[in-house]
């Protein structure tokens, strides 16, 4: 709560003039700073292009003007073509138990380092200027800046992926991003393309049935588990292979919001993610992830029911156990966003010695794809040298020129084998990366899929059966919205005839709910296998039961109770939550005289903002909120995200009563404050049927 206002203006001091047409003009006195040009010429005004005479024409010879305008025309770059909607920190990852029976990799065998690295979160289909809460896969890549090499850990915040070969990538992208006749929908894959191709490639369906779990609409990015998605292989000082699959887990759990609150946020604030991320970190409440890995030999791979170089498939954790073996904590917020947020270059072809790659045909292709799309996004071979991209460790070689080469090769010999300068770097057998020494077998080269890849439905059916009550009801809502955009009818009877292969209930909600009669099953090309159910695939029945990283909403008005704001707020932050005052004024005056600074005005702060809401409000400023829609909504849109409600008497009595809220045990009055932060730890999945239907 900020009760230190300070409405002193800092521009009085900059020394403001006025010109002749009553701009503002700052002068740098002899202690500030001055501004130049790109050379280093000291601007006189910043204000005015060169004329001739007040009111002539502008003058070719302004150098001034001409260098500003030229280089704001071009400050753009190419945006990703996925994972273009991003956010980013800086951080640290440390190992906390060694690898080393494993592997030679520095990274993963000394403990207790703490290794600088940078992470960025992205959507997928959205372009940079969309928003942060849509149905989408979220891009969840770390660069580590070893001491042997950047290590790119480029992966999602789902453990697969949507197809087996990336012959088939330009194709599902093409799909899901805007029809390109009308240009919409944008962020979003609801409509006809993307149900079209993914119904007529049954591989997608188990990465179709994560999209329309809670995994894909999470509360945060700290929320969200993050998956290398790929088989890779660790090699040991004998050159021996171990396969790898990397994970991060969140320290705060496995959250998500409800597709009603994504839908208002996406209204109310755009950036949402990315301000919660900004906000946690400046107020220095780090998020952090558990870093585990999940190790097999090829004899144990050869034994699973699906083949692991297949990426649409997971290995569940009772297969084979998460090992953690380290953390990743993120502590600062990026300078510049362009400069490091938008300029990092992922490619997972980016490792250190002692990992290498599985012949997973998808991961094949990224190789080639990443480092491709850096060329032509960041314009030059050298996007190395941008500073967020550099390694942080010694590093040469022989590569010269090109676009924007930042590096002064002082030698005349930039080639090898060579004699003339004896400094030049040179291979290193000892501690140079090498390649597994894989034995391939005597198959014939061709165009073709192995037979281990046709099981499109076991993994899928595992992954509904795994969930809760509530998580199947809401895969099956978003299957039912989804298809509800999709206008051709022969598109959403083919969806349907693979839900019957995934699970006939799930096919027959989503049907129901269409009002469309089931089709017939399409013919599976392989077996569907019922796996065991597993429960780390859950998000609700894994959430924990805590504040940490929850944000609390407190609305106060004119003469709230400055006791009772601060009893809450001190709970809710000894409980590790945080909290935003909400007003329906930026300023407000409370009962003992306070004057404080509310966090948001309530127009512009929907509860679906907050994991919980208290409201402390005298009577008069109670009766003028109810007949605020902002205000109802408030109240209303908390009641039906199954949040934790705190209410003071003015509020029952002025607002609640005019409501269509029931007084169940997460609505509580202020007086039961410890029943209020224990609930405000969780929602209350039990009243969502009454609130809302669902398929």
């Known amino acids: 709560m900020k009760t230190n206002i300070d409405h002193t203006d800092p521009a009085k001091d900059m020394n403001p003039a006025r010109g002749n ?3 503002t003009h700052q002068r740098a006195d002899d202690d500030a700073k001055a501004l130049t040009t790109q050379q280093g010429v000291v601007i006189a005004d910043n204000q005015n292009s060169l004329k001739a005479g007040s009111r002539g024409p502008s003058l070719l010879e302004d150098f001034v003007l001409r260098e500003k305008i030229n280089h704001f025309d071009h400050e753009r770059i190419p945006e990703r073509i ?47 200027g969309s928003k942060d809460t849509p149905r989408d896969v979220r891009g969840f890549s770390v660069k580590i800046y070893t001491e042997e090499g950047n290590w790119d850990i480029v992966g999602n915040n789902m453990p697969i992926f949507f197809i087996q070969d990336a012959m088939k990538f330009p194709d599902l992208v093409h799909a899901v991003k805007p029809e390109p006749d009308r240009g919409f929908p944008q962020a979003a894959s609801a409509h006809d393309t993307f149900w079209d191709f993914v119904s007529l490639s049954p591989e997608t369906m188990h990465n179709v049935i994560w999209l329309m779990s809670d995994r894909a609409i999470p509360r945060s990015f700290s929320m969200m588990e993050g998956f290398g998605i790929h088989s890779y292989r660790l090699l040991d000082k004998d050159g021996k292979s171990t396969f790898v699959r990397f994970h991060w887990k969140p320290v705060a759990g496995v959250q998500s919001l409800t597709w009603d609150e994504a839908v208002k946020i996406s209204g109310a604030d755009p950036d949402y993610n990315r301000r919660d991320m900004f906000e946690a970190i400046n107020n220095e409440m780090y998020p952090e992830w558990e870093f585990g890995v999940q190790l097999f030999t090829e004899e144990e791979a050869n034994e699973f029911p699906f083949d692991h170089l297949d990426a649409t498939k997971l290995i569940p954790e009772e297969l084979v156990p998460v090992k953690i073996i380290g953390k990743m904590v993120l502590n600062r917020n990026p300078d510049n966003f362009f400069a490091e947020t938008e300029q990092v270059a992922f490619c997972p072809s980016h490792l250190p010695p002692g990992i290498d790659f599985s012949n997973d045909p998808l991961l094949q292709g990224r190789l080639f794809s990443y480092l491709d799309t850096q060329l032509s996004r960041l314009g030059s071979p050298n996007f190395a040298q941008i500073p967020i991209n550099a390694p942080k460790c010694p590093f040469a070689n022989n590569q010269q020129d090109g676009h924007m080469q930042m590096q002064v090769p002082k030698t005349r010999v930039l080639y090898e084998p060579q004699s003339l300068d004896p400094t030049r770097p040179r291979e290193s057998v000892k501690k140079g990366f090498e390649s597994f020494h894989e034995q391939l077998d005597d198959g014939v080269k061709g165009r073709v899929r192995a037979e281990s890849f046709a099981d499109h439905y076991s993994q899928p059916r595992m992954f509904y059966r795994s969930q809760t009550p509530e998580e199947q009801a809401h895969i099956a809502s978003a299957y039912a919205f989804e298809l509800g955009k999709v206008d051709t009818a022969h ?10 292969n995934i699970d006939e209930d799930l096919a027959d909600r989503v049907a129901t709910a269409l009002g469309m009669e089931l089709p017939e099953a399409t013919e599976p090309a392989a077996p569907v296998q019922d796996m065991d159910i597993s429960k780390p695939l859950q998000t609700i029945g894994r959430t924990p039961i805590s504040l940490k990283g929850r944000l609390v909403g407190i609305l106060v008005a004119q003469d709230s109770s400055h006791e009772q704001v601060k009893r809450f707020e001190d709970a809710v932050k000894k409980q590790g939550g945080m909290v935003k005052i909400v007003a329906p004024s930026k300023e407000v005056e409370l009962d003992d005289g306070t004057r404080v600074q509310a966090d948001e005005r309530i127009a512009g702060a929907p509860s679906v903002f907050f994991d919980a809401i208290v409201s402390i409000i005298m009577p008069e400023q109670a009766k003028k909120l109810a007949q605020d829609s902002a205000t109802l909504d408030w109240f209303t849109d908390a009641y039906a995200h199954c949040k934790a409600i705190a209410y003071c008497g003015a509020t029952e009595e002025f607002i609640l009563s005019k409501l269509p809220v029931e007084k169940d045990k997460f609505v509580t009055p202020l007086a039961e404050l410890d029943s209020f932060v224990e609930n405000a730890k969780s929602r209350l999945w039990e009243r969502e049927p009454k609130v809302r239907d669902l398929a």
């Open 491 to 500: 598109v959403r009877a083919r969806v349907l005839s693979h839900l019957i």
């Open 21 to 23: 047409g009553g701009e």
């Open 82 to 128: 996925v994972h273009a909607r991003g956010s980013a920190a800086h951080g640290y990852f440390e190992l906390t138990e060694s690898l080393e029976e494993y592997t030679t990799a520095k990274i993963l065998t000394e403990t207790g380092k703490q290794t600088p690295l940078f992470t960025r979160f992205s959507t997928v289909a959205g372009n940079k």
